[in-house]
């Protein structure tokens, strides 16, 4: 579903007051938030920034807040620069990796100014007092693990000790490889795709990698990366970048140490197609129109692809065709395990003919198209596009809904939810658009707690924790809960509330499929017809314009404006012209006239369902009565002056007359000083202006001589 209109932005002071936004204090501008590592067990959160790593407190990021001062070395930072990059933003310690390694360790990489570096950050057993120190003693090379470019697109995910990585591997992040690294104590050493070879990787900038079981045997589990790269085909001069998958056996046994570049197991699809972009995995931005979109995937289509047929071309100037020749066995792609060939225990009993065909077709021929054949979400012609993305599993009333959190580059959040309708179709309804920060700031990283009910987001300039559900906001009134059409809140018989699963079913009124307010609320009408709107008195003047504010609670509702004029008593609804705008806040109206005074009605319609929101009496002064009243005010206020200069006489004489020590001369040059302060003071800038051209008169009537000749 399209949604072009740009919808209410919750103001940065709202949240902050409601409480439902929690800004880390530790902020500062520049300093990259943009590694988070969520521990939920021990309610935890670890962050990486510019040349710092944050531990704070899941309930409260400003709790017990714990930091680790990694900076580069000095040497790397004058290298750096030397090198022609920036000192502030790319010569520092920018921390990309954070992941576990094992119940005591944390593994860390930084970009140290361009010079890669990792370690282990340890933090003790959960019983024991927390720890955090890195430590220092045991430093390594971070190449292969973690770019050197702090503004690289870079994915990594730690299984089973291993670490495994989709990266740049050097300096000016043009060669660009999947790679695994770590592992047991017994086997360290690098694996990595292929080298300087025509049909691999090609400026790939890598999005997301997840774990993901295939069967019921671990030993088929793989690893899937998500990535966009330049189009390898031929025949044209045009750059198409693609979205693509690919994925990787966990289960691999190298048979040599240092970087083995031996293909056991790797493949990777052909486009991910999504007429416009993305996936509940990763995001991306088109290059043709001004947006963005959100494309659901189905893994098993996926997997599909995968067993399906193989890409192939006889050298670098042709085209990918589907391959029609014989296929080795055992079928390239498919993980040494017993599920498939008991004799056939490691990458390294593949037959040469196997690894042979993997080097030659890594393609797959077929595309992965989203379930639904197009775009979930867009977002179209505005003015900001979609950096991260995260999904949340929610429980409601009538069954379970997709929330999708959606950041973007000027540091909004977007809660949609994604609902399905009659022969299986999608629509999306945008719950809330939050500015989360102060200033726009591009959203660079988002994770969620199903435990906390929080959601963590990164950016250049901060960090905050942003709750899932704000049901408070969405009115006092069961027809108000029920038209928000949010999973997390129903109307509980009191008020918006979280929903919760309870056996009483007038506790939880909630209809988030269809937003009926009729079928839920049962005594809808009763409230309708005793419904109290807000009612304001609004003042005009006369020939300027005036602005009658309206918002509706609900994000989907339509705002009609009724008028009912001064002296009429039938309403007529309000048409949009050159003089009166409409706004999504309100109603606009240019050049205010005498006919324009009545009584305003905002109405918000949903569906079928109409009600009144906001009644707002406007009275225009005329123009004529507001100069008269200047006037009245000014003789007001000389007379003001007069009284108190009058009563400040008065004290002085009573002094003077009291006091022998205070003379009558005293007095004189008293009443003199406050005299000429006060019309010093009443002059203000005239004054001022008045000094200044007498001085300027003053210059061209004394020019000042002429230096004498020499």
């Known amino acids: 579903m399209d949604l072009e209109m740009d919808h209410e932005k919750s103001p940065d002071n709202d949240l902050l007051l409601s409480n439902s936004c929690i800004p880390f204090l530790g902020s500062t501008e520049g300093l990259d938030f943009r590694t988070l590592l969520l521990d939920e067990e021990r309610g935890r959160l670890l962050v990486g920034a510019k040349d710092h790593i944050f531990l704070l407190n899941l309930v409260d990021v400003n709790k017990n807040v714990k930091k680790i001062n990694w900076p580069a070395a000095k040497e790397k930072l004058e290298l750096c620069k030397l090198a022609g990059k920036d000192a502030h933003t790319e010569c520092a310690n920018f921390i990309r990796v954070l992941q576990p390694y094992n119940r005591t360790h944390v593994y860390v990489c930084g970009t140290g100014a361009f010079h890669p570096l990792c370690g282990y950050i340890e933090l003790g057993t959960h019983k024991e007092e927390m720890l955090f120190r890195l430590d220092t003693q045991n430093l390594e090379s971070g190449r292969l693990k973690c770019p050197f470019d702090p503004q690289q697109p870079f994915a990594s995910v730690m299984a089973d000790e291993y670490l495994y990585a989709g990266t740049a591997s050097d300096f000016l992040g043009k060669d660009t490889a999947l790679t695994r690294s770590l592992g047991p104590s017994h086997d360290h050493h ?71 570049t031996r293909q056991g197991s790797f493949f990777y699809s052909s486009p991910i197609t999504c007429s416009m972009l993305s996936s509940y995995f990763l995001i991306l931005v088109s290059s043709v129109f001004k947006g963005s979109a959100v494309c659901v995937y189905s893994m098993a289509e996926i997997r599909a692809v995968f067993n399906g047929p193989y890409a192939h071309k006889e050298s670098a100037d042709h085209r990918w065709v589907q391959y029609e020749g014989r296929i080795p066995y055992p079928r390239p792609g498919t993980c040494p395990s017993k599920t498939y060939d008991p004799l056939i225990k490691s990458t390294r009993d593949f037959p040469d003919e196997v690894v042979s065909f993997i080097r030659r077709h890594p393609l797959m021929y077929k595309s992965v198209y989203p379930v639904t054949g197009a775009p979930v979400f867009t977002r179209i012609n505005v003015d900001c596009r979609l950096t991260q993305i995260v999904v949340d599993h929610v429980m409601a009333e009538d069954g379970q809904y997709d929330v999708i959190f959606l950041g973007t580059d000027v540091g909004t959040v977007l809660k949609a939810v994604s609902i399905t309708k009659e022969k299986w179709t999608k629509e999306e309804v945008i719950l809330e658009e939050l500015q989360v920060f102060k200033h726009p700031s591009f959203i660079s990283t988002m994770e969620i707690s199903q435990k906390q009910q929080q959601l963590y987001i990164g950016s250049r300039d901060g960090l905050v924790q942003l709750s899932l559900h704000r049901c408070h906001t969405y009115g006092k ?234």
């Open 190 to 260: 690098y694996i990595r795709t292929d080298i300087s070879e025509h049909y691999w990787l090609t400026g790939a900038k890598f999005i997301g990698t997840f774990p993901i079981p295939d069967t019921y045997n671990p030993d088929d589990d793989k690893i899937y990366f998500f990535f966009r790269e330049i189009s390898q085909d031929s025949g044209t001069s045009d750059k198409t970048i693609l979205s693509r998958v690919g994925r990787v056996c966990k289960k691999l046994n190298a048979a040599v140490t240092g970087v083995e």
């Open 477 to 710: 009134a069961c027809a108000d809960c029920c038209l928000a059409r949010d999973p997390y809140c129903a109307w509980d018989g009191n008020s918006c509330s979280r929903y919760a699963p309870t056996s009483k079913r007038r506790a939880r009124r909630q209809d988030v499929k269809y937003g009926d307010p009729v079928a839920q609320c049962w005594d809808v009408e009763d409230s309708i017809s005793h419904e109290t709107a807000d009612e304001k008195v609004i003042f005009g003047i006369e020939f300027n314009s005036t602005f009658l504010e309206c918002t509706p609670k609900s994000q989907q509702a339509s705002i009609r404006w009724y008028v009912q004029r001064s002296g009429e008593e039938h309403r007529e609804e309000l048409k949009a012209d050159e003089r009166i705008i409409k706004t999504e806040h309100g109603l606009l109206i240019r050049s205010l006239q005498r006919r324009d005074a009545g009584a305003y009605f905002c109405k918000a319609q949903e569906h079928t369902f109409v009600h009144t929101i906001a009644k707002l009496n406007l009275n225009v002064i005329e123009n004529g009565q507001m100069e008269s009243t200047q006037k009245t005010e000014d003789e007001e206020g000389r007379v003001r002056d007069l009284l108190t200069e009058s009563r400040l006489r008065y004290k002085d004489y009573i002094q003077l007359v009291s006091s022998p020590s205070f003379s009558l001369d005293e007095y004189c040059e008293q009443m003199w000083h406050r005299e000429k302060r006060r019309q010093r003071n009443k002059g203000g800038a005239k004054w001022k202006h008045v000094q200044e051209m007498k001085k300027k008169r003053n210059r061209r009537h004394h020019e000042p001589a002429s230096p004498p000749s020499t």
